[in-house]
């Protein structure tokens, strides 16, 4: 099967899916109740703002309490499918029901050099070569970075990595950024490729991984990226990171109850 098959909703839930509809429906329930009873931090006054004027319950400045309500209200105006464009803004991912996709990830920080077989901190030409590879094959659907370039100057390394993302390759690109400033010059670069804000929000070429260090902390710069992007009408991936019995519970179960917690912030907020 390529990874452009699709599959009938039923047939692909019986092959991956680890948890019946009512276990689902558990760890959904789970999670209006954290947001409810315990709240999640917010570290950035705007979204904080804008929870409060939606109905949700402001504690001790920024810890917010959303209502299952106003979840399942938000969750009432997301699209069941969102499209990645292109270079040529032809249609590339169709991210909804069950179709799957395949790309590399983004942050390797040492690599295996194929011509001398040692192990070396990557530049910025190994993101060069590895893209325009990812680029040739057809059955890689879009581009990441694959490694932190050491060899520039690491305030502005994701600059570099967009770029070259942008530069040697046609397919959809999924970047990360450092800070917020690399988030807006990512963005201003992607625009630039397609021809303006007005093409890029039309037929997005990207979408941005952002990383929450867990389901109940959401620090600023995340939050900054969520509300540009959500405004630019650009996709994002709001992920929560959290570690199972470090910073979160040590039950699979409650886990993913908590970061899914998160997850829904992110949907709120958007």
Request: hydrophobic share 40%; proline share 5%; glycine share 6%.
């Amino acid at each position: 099967m390529t990874t452009h098959e699709k599959r009938d909703d039923k047939d692909f839930s019986v092959l991956l899916n680890r948890c019946s509809p009512k276990k689902c429906q558990r760890i959904h329930d789970a999670s209006l109740e954290i947001l409810e009873r315990i709240g999640v931090a917010l570290h950035l006054d705007e979204a904080v703002r804008l929870l409060k004027q939606a109905g949700a319950r402001v504690h001790d400045n920024n810890v917010v309490k959303i209502s299952p309500n106003l979840v399942e209200n938000a969750l009432k105006t997301v699209p069941r499918e969102i499209v990645l464009f292109d270079r040529r803004a032809k249609p590339a991912l169709h991210l909804g029901k069950c179709n799957r996709y395949y790309g590399p990830g983004s942050d390797c920080l040492h690599i295996i050099d194929h011509r001398t077989g040692k192990r070396r901190e990557p530049a910025v030409k190994d993101v060069v070569d590895g893209v325009i590879v990812c680029d040739s094959l057809s059955n890689i659907d879009f581009v990441m970075s694959m490694v932190l370039p050491s060899d520039v100057s690491q305030t502005a390394a994701d600059r570099f990595q967009m770029e070259a993302m942008l530069s040697h390759s046609t397919k959809p690109v999924i970047f990360v950024t450092y800070d917020f400033g690399g988030c807006l010059d990512c963005v201003a670069m992607a625009e630039a490729v397609v021809g303006g804000e007005e093409a890029l929000q039309k037929n997005p070429l990207v979408a941005c991984y952002i990383n929450v260090p867990t389901g109940l902390l959401h620090n600023q710069e995340s939050l900054q990226k969520l509300l540009f992007l959500a405004e630019k009408n650009i996709p994002s991936l709001y992920i929560p990171s959290s570690t199972e019995g470090v910073s979160s519970p040590v039950t699979t179960a409650g886990a993913v109850a908590l970061d899914y917690a998160g997850v829904l912030v992110g949907v709120v907020l958007s």
